[in-house]
């Protein structure tokens, strides 16, 4: 692996961070080019990327602290700012960039199911190419497997693994194209959000089985607690459905509405 990408002199820059910069940039992009076609100025979503990123980075550091090893790092508290090194959980920065996300847009005004359809996509675009920066960097690995897609992880063992890395990223990209091609053609509010956490917490639930789990709860309860995602999102779904908040309108002007 290639934890560091590259280096000048005494500056490195590491693959973990460099592709979770690129992860961010993409995504913010994309969705710039999504609201510019709504309206909405693009100072807007440079202000609401920097608080959720924020918000996310903050949330998957605690998540990853207190589900990987916590007494680690209350003997080395140092050791929670060490970004470069990896370990963030992404159920920790889902939930905090959703709660920063909501509370802004209340505040803004601006429809927050409507926004958060148009930033689904971008966010597993973004995942997706985090995801290159967790095989660079050799976390995030695979169980071990004798099939001919097994491959060696030096900073762990000799033994070939699966590359649940590339899994995550895979299934992000296909989860962003599927996303995309609901939101041509949304029917309701909320529509495209919720389908997203159907969609990953499925193909988590799968990845979990083969993913070496240094958790607590170990890779069938994390699978377990991504069919839960799955399911709320299932939930989350019908209940808009039957709502029928809006019907094919992605109207982005402030308003004083829920939804």
């Known amino acids: 692996m290639h934890p560091i990408l590259f280096q000048f002199g005494f500056l490195k820059v590491y693959s973990y961070g460099f592709f979770m910069a690129l992860a961010i940039l993409a995504g913010t992009l994309w969705l710039m080019h999504k609201v510019k076609r709504k309206g909405v100025a693009v100072q807007f979503v440079i202000d609401f990327v920097l608080l959720v990123t924020v918000a996310g980075i903050v949330g998957a550091r605690l998540a990853y602290i207190l589900l990987y090893d916590p007494g680690y790092y209350l003997s080395h508290p140092l050791q929670i700012f060490m970004l470069q090194q990896g370990g963030l959980a992404f159920y920790g920065a889902v939930l905090f960039c959703l709660v920063a ?33 967790c095989f660079l960097n050799g976390c995030c690995y695979g169980i071990p497997t004798n099939l001919p897609i097994g491959m060696v992880f030096p900073v762990v063992d000799d033994l070939p693994r699966y590359p649940t890395q590339l899994f995550s990223m895979a299934a992000g990209l296909l989860i962003f194209a599927i996303l995309e091609g609901v939101s041509s053609r949304i029917r309701f509010r909320g529509q495209v959000v919720a389908l997203l956490f159907i969609l990953y917490g499925l193909t988590r639930s799968v ?45 982005l002007h402030p308003d004083n509405s829920d939804a």
């Open 207 to 251: 990845i979990e089985l083969f993913r070496e789990n240094s958790t607590f709860w170990g890779g069938g309860v994390a699978s377990l607690a991504a069919l839960c995602v799955a399911l709320a999102g299932g939930v989350f779904y019908f209940y808009l459905a039957r709502k029928n908040i809006d019907p094919a309108s992605s109207d």
């Open 101 to 133: 996300a909501v509370i802004y847009l209340h505040t803004t005004r601006i429809p927050v199911l409507a926004f958060l359809d148009l930033a689904a996509p971008c966010l597993m675009l973004g995942y997706a190419i985090a995801r290159i920066g």
